[in-house]
């Protein structure tokens, strides 16, 4: 998977999650949710109105993922009943 | 013993009743209790993914058909709509009830111990009853919807001894904490007919229900206590057969706790981190 020229990948990894979808890798570290976003959203399916959520805590595109990060991609709750 | 709540009879509202009418019927549970809220009626258009005899209130209606197969469960039903304020017009002080104890209203719908399931069409509404949630000791409330033809989510949030088990969900979902949407229960007759209600088919309805139904068994009919079963939130789509489940509690127990305080005042014993 290619993240194109930017900044290095840093020392540990960080965990990205969609559903029941998850990948840890060292690649992540260093990277915005953003580009790892990109990086997934076709494989995963990842609807583009989906939340970055570090724990409980909304992250927005230009968060850089640190090392030990869990960044679960999540979109709203069903709305009709 | 908890009563069972369903506020929203409607598409999974309607299929949620069946499972819980029959399932209360043949439990130990006792007593067997089941309250439908609806402030809606039935339309000859809801006959697509809504099953009833009758046109008319949704809450008198279903009541009325399931009691005579469930004799045993008190089917009691709520006309009302649920809201976060009394309105001042004295017409409307009647078709509305608020979910939990406020400075204004003399009377609230849900009391301590009440597993509430949360079927309405809009997040407003959820939200507050959520919010009304903060006021009790000892509630379940599932949140359960589904949209985009067949995507669905049930959210369940636990409150035992005052404290939050689950995550409230107000803490950190937007649509809860910012609703896009306003609640009918708000809005004037004109304004409610005006609504769009979007595409949704049976079968995402049935699925959001057994969804449901089924946590609801392992936690209260058929207790489970397997940490591989346990979840609190679910994702599912029909479309391409897949289901996602997340834990949504603290690991320390003492994060994110609330203490209960007067009638309009929640305050934070801990800061969650």
Same mark, same amino acid.
């Given at each position: 998977?290619?993240?194109?020229?930017?900044?290095?990948?840093?020392?540990?990894?960080?965990?990205?999650?969609?559903g029941?979808?998850n990948?840890?890798?060292?690649? =992540?570290?260093?990277?915005?949710?953003? #580009? &790892?976003?990109?990086?997934?959203?076709?494989?995963?399916n990842?609807?583009?109105?989906?939340?970055?959520?570090?724990?409980?805590?909304?992250v927005?595109?230009?968060?850089?993922i640190?090392? @030990?990060?869990?960044?679960?991609?999540?979109?709203?709750?069903?709305?009709k009943? | 013993?908890?009563?069972?709540?369903?506020?929203? /009879?409607?598409?999974?509202?309607?299929?949620?009743?069946?499972?819980?009418?029959a399932?209360?019927?043949?439990?130990?549970?006792?007593?067997? /209790?089941l309250?439908?809220?609806?402030?809606?009626?039935?339309?000859?258009?809801? *006959?697509?993914r *809504?099953?009833?005899?009758?046109?008319?209130?949704?809450?008198?209606?279903?009541?009325?058909? +399931?009691?005579?197969?469930?004799p045993?469960?008190?089917?009691l039903?709520?006309?009302?709509? /649920?809201?976060?304020?009394?309105?001042?017009?004295?017409?409307?002080?009647?078709?509305?009830?608020?979910a939990?104890?406020?400075?204004?209203?003399?009377?609230?719908?849900?009391?301590?111990?009440?597993?509430?399931?949360?079927? +309405?069409?809009?997040?407003?509404?959820?939200?507050? &009853?959520?919010?009304?949630?903060?006021?009790?000791?000892?509630?379940?409330?599932?949140? +359960?919807?589904?949209?985009e033809?067949?995507?669905g989510? /049930?959210?369940?949030?636990?409150r035992?001894?005052?404290?939050?088990?689950?995550?409230?969900?107000?803490?950190?979902?937007?649509?809860l904490?910012?609703?896009p949407?306003r609640?009918?229960?708000?809005?004037?007759?004109?304004?409610r007919?005006?609504?769009?209600? @979007?595409?949704?088919?049976?079968?995402?309805?049935?699925?959001?229900?057994?969804?449901?139904?089924?946590?609801?068994?392992?936690?209260? =009919?058929?207790?489970?206590?397997s940490?591989?079963a346990?979840?609190?939130?679910?994702?599912?789509?029909?479309?391409?057969?897949?289901a996602?489940?997340?834990v949504?509690?603290?690991?320390?127990?003492?994060?994110?706790?609330?203490?209960?305080?007067?009638?309009?005042?929640?305050? #934070?014993? +801990?800061?969650?981190?």
């Open positions: 998977m290619a993240f194109g020229s930017g900044t290095p990948a840093q020392a540990g990894k960080a965990t990205v999650k969609y029941s979808q990948d840890t890798d060292g690649l =992540f570290v260093g990277r915005t949710v953003a #580009e &790892v976003r990109g990086s997934r959203a076709a494989a995963w990842i609807p583009t109105d989906a939340r970055a959520y570090r724990g409980r805590d909304t927005g595109d230009d968060y850089v640190k090392a @030990g990060d869990t960044i679960e991609f999540a979109r709203r709750m069903g709305e009943g | 013993m908890p009563r069972f709540v369903i506020i929203g /009879v409607g598409g999974t509202g309607g299929w949620l009743t069946m499972g819980l009418a399932t209360i019927e043949h439990s130990d549970i006792d007593p067997k /209790v309250v439908l809220v609806d402030g809606d009626s039935f339309e000859p258009k809801n *006959q697509e *809504q099953h009833f005899m009758n046109l008319g209130n949704k809450a008198a209606v279903r009541a009325a058909e +399931v009691q005579p197969m469930y045993k469960t008190v089917i039903p709520d006309e009302r709509w /649920v809201v976060d304020e009394i309105p001042k017009d004295k017409e409307e002080t009647t078709k509305v009830v608020t939990g104890p406020t400075k204004t209203s003399k009377e609230h719908l849900l009391q301590e111990d009440d597993w509430v399931f949360l079927c +309405v069409d809009n997040f407003k509404c959820r939200a507050d &009853v959520v919010a009304a949630a903060q006021h009790f000791k000892n509630l379940n409330i599932f949140l +359960v919807g589904n949209d033809e067949y995507f989510s /049930v959210y369940h949030y636990e035992r001894d005052g404290k939050d088990i689950t995550w409230d969900p107000l803490s950190f979902k937007d649509e904490a910012n609703p949407d609640n009918p229960g708000a809005m004037s007759c004109q304004e007919a005006a609504i769009e209600g @979007g595409t949704q088919f049976i079968w995402t309805n049935m699925a959001v229900a057994a969804w449901v139904g089924s946590l609801v068994n392992r936690l209260i =009919f058929r207790p489970d206590k940490e591989a346990q979840w609190d939130e679910l994702m599912f789509d029909l479309r391409d057969g897949s996602s489940t997340s949504r509690r603290d690991e320390t127990p003492e994060e994110g706790e609330k203490v209960l305080t007067d009638v309009g005042a929640v305050e #934070e014993a +801990v800061p969650a981190s």
